[in-house]
Nanobody, 115 residues
Framework: QVQLVESGGGLVQAGGSLRLSCAASGSISSINAMGWYRQAPGKLRELVARITSRGSTNYADSVKGRFIISRDNAKNTVYLQMNSLKPEDTAVYYC?????????WGRGTQVTVSL
């Protein structure tokens, strides 16, 4: 089992920045990809950004150029730096870890962007 603890969400004005963190613990050997997803009210959960163990990244088109995903393998932690935030970025952000074909999800952290 893998346990994930997210932090860093909150309320920010449009144009501001936030940094999300997700620390993994438990059976953390051989973790492949780590990523961030989000779900806004009434919408499906969607990929925000994902990073593999080799450092390859991919982003949703809506966040390219504004968000940066990174990971610290020594700390088993993945980060999401969110800049130039927009009201449409408001959502619950979830961390996901992929290991041996299984997926593990965090409980989510709320990000609210006000006008």
């Amino acid at each position: 089992q893998v346990q994930l603890v997210e932090s860093g969400g909150g309320l920010v004005q449009a144009g501001g920045s936030l940094r999300l963190s997700c620390a993994a613990s438990g059976s953390i050997s051989s973790i492949n990809a780590m990523g961030w997803y989000r779900q806004a009210p009434g919408k499906l959960r969607e990929l925000v950004a994902r990073i593999t163990s080799r450092g390859s990244t991919n982003y949703a088109d809506s966040v390219k150029g504004r968000f940066i995903i990174s990971r610290d393998n020594a700390k088993n932690t993945v980060y999401l730096q969110m800049n130039s935030l927009k009201p449409e970025d408001t959502a619950v952000y979830y961390c996901k870890v992929e290991r041996w074909g299984l997926q593990y999800w965090g409980r989510g952290t709320q990000v609210t962007v006000s006008l």
